[in-house]
């Protein structure tokens, strides 16, 4: 679970060195000044929230750090997506020894690992620069836990794009028969058919089946890629039987709201009008009036430093937890069903219901 809250406070940090993985991926690695190393201490599996000023605009995007925390390095890694304005200017512009500004560490794609754990099992599906969070998992639970095993499905285009193929071949050797590392392309073809193509429902079904024989024996499982590649491995495992707390998700991108989700916010926003809501961020509340969008804009319409990066409701930045009243919620992948239920919403995709909804950034 995401740790305690952060106001909007960017520290800038310095690149230390800029890593080329692949011919459209780079790995970022930061300078941490002694006085932030606590407060950029991570766990594995969360990730960076990286600010620029790009043109005259305010642009914002979460990286996975790919690094173990015990590595003591701070390194994230940007896959240049087309159009992508920040991917881009990384790749274009960014040089060692720049100031980027970055928030600290946070997210809820990770797991507590234990050097004292009984043998256990994990597995992660991985498609293109979703590898990066699975990395440090990966990293951690191999060098945390000395009875674990790790199994990797990994699907790319073709090897030339797949970004750590020679840190996750060095993992193979370092941790021989701890570590099981399965390659998927879909524009290469090799010697067993199983492995030609795209991590799509049918082959995940099959991986299931004949590499994993007993998915219900699994400690967890980890998905991060594309989205036809998380749905496709999150239905076959559900179809295996597979318990969902075991499946954890982390989502880069958020799907279309369904028309009918998108006319109930809509219909939210309208009677939330003229409503006002106290928010606590940094210790104080405040009181704030409902601007007619969300409570993340309201909050900083009212001059309040609420973070957030992606507003699309995938990278839970925005995360607070109502502490009175309700509201309506649209998308909220960022969010495990655990901080469902202990009441954390996405304030970038939340609106009131009703007069004197109280919202906690600082819980
Ligand atoms: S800003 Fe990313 S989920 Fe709200």
Same mark, same amino acid.
């Not at 909007?8 to 300078?31: C, G, P």
């Not at 946070?106 to 597995?123: E, I, Q």
């Not at 370092?174 to 998927?184: A, P, S, T």
């Not at 699994?218 to 590649?229: K, V």
């Given at each position: ?6 106001? #909007? ?14 011919? &459209? ?19 594995? /599996?969360?990730?960076?929230?990286? =600010?620029?000023?790009? /043109? ?12 173990? %925390?015990?590595?003591?390095?701070? =390194? ?6 087309? /159009? ?12 060692? $020894? ?5 928030? @600290? @560490? ?8 234990? %050097? &004292?754990? %009984? ?26 836990? %000395? ?7 990994? $699907? ?13 071949? &060095? ?33 995940? #079904? ?8 007993? @998915? ?22 559900? +179809? ?21 989700? +998108? ?17 606590? !961020? #940094? ?15 309201? +909050?900083?319409? +009212?001059? !309040?430093?609420? @973070?957030?990066?992606? =507003?699309? $409701?995938? *990278? ?31 304030? *970038?995709?939340?609106?009131?219901? /009703?007069?004197?909804? =109280? ?5």
């Amino acid at each position: 679970m995401q740790s305690g809250r952060m106001s #909007d406070h960017f520290h800038a940090l310095r690149v230390a060195d800029i890593i080329a993985e692949t011919e &459209d991926a780079n790995s970022l690695r930061f300078d941490v000044p002694g006085d932030l190393a606590d407060l950029f201490r991570f766990r594995a /599996g969360q990730h960076l929230t990286l =600010k620029a000023d790009i /043109g005259g605009e305010d642009v914002r995007r979460n990286y996975s750090l790919c690094v173990a %925390p015990h590595e003591s390095e701070l =390194k994230v890694t940007v896959k240049r997506i087309a /159009g992508g304005v920040f991917s881009n200017w990384v790749g274009d512009h960014l040089k060692a $020894g720049d100031m980027v500004e970055v928030l @600290p @560490p946070h997210g809820s794609f990770t797991y507590d690992f234990s %050097p &004292d754990a %009984p043998p256990r099992h994990y597995v992660a599906f991985a498609g293109g620069s979703g590898i990066t969070p699975i990395m440090s998992l990966i990293r951690t639970a191999l060098s945390v836990e %000395p009875k674990a095993r790790f199994t990797l499905f990994y $699907g790319n285009r073709d090897s030339s794009s797949v970004i750590f193929l020679d840190g996750l071949s &060095d993992l193979k050797d370092r941790y021989m028969g701890r570590f099981e590392l399965f390659h998927f392309l879909s524009d290469e073809a090799g010697d067993v058919e199983l492995f030609n193509g795209m991590l799509d429902r049918e082959t995940c #079904d099959a991986v299931i089946e004949d590499l994993l024989r007993d @998915p219900k024996a699994i400690e967890a499982f980890f998905i991060c890629g594309p989205g036809p590649m998380m749905d496709a491995a999150e239905a076959a495992l559900q +179809a295996a039987g597979v318990d969902q707390q075991k499946i954890k998700i982390e989502r880069f991108t958020a799907g279309r709201p369904s028309a009918a989700k +998108a006319a109930q916010l809509q219909q939210a926003k309208e009677q939330a009008s003229g409503t006002s809501m106290w928010v606590t !961020l #940094d210790g104080r509340a405040r009181k704030v009036e409902f601007n007619g969008d969300n409570i993340l804009d309201s +909050a900083r319409d +009212a001059g !309040l430093p609420a @973070p957030f990066a992606c =507003k699309a $409701g995938v *990278c839970a930045t925005c995360r607070a937890r109502v502490t009175e009243g309700e509201v309506e919620m649209g998308a909220r992948y960022g969010l495990t069903d655990e901080e469902i239920a202990a009441g954390y919403v996405l304030t *970038c995709q939340s609106v009131p219901k /009703g007069d004197g909804v =109280k919202v906690d950034y600082d819980s």
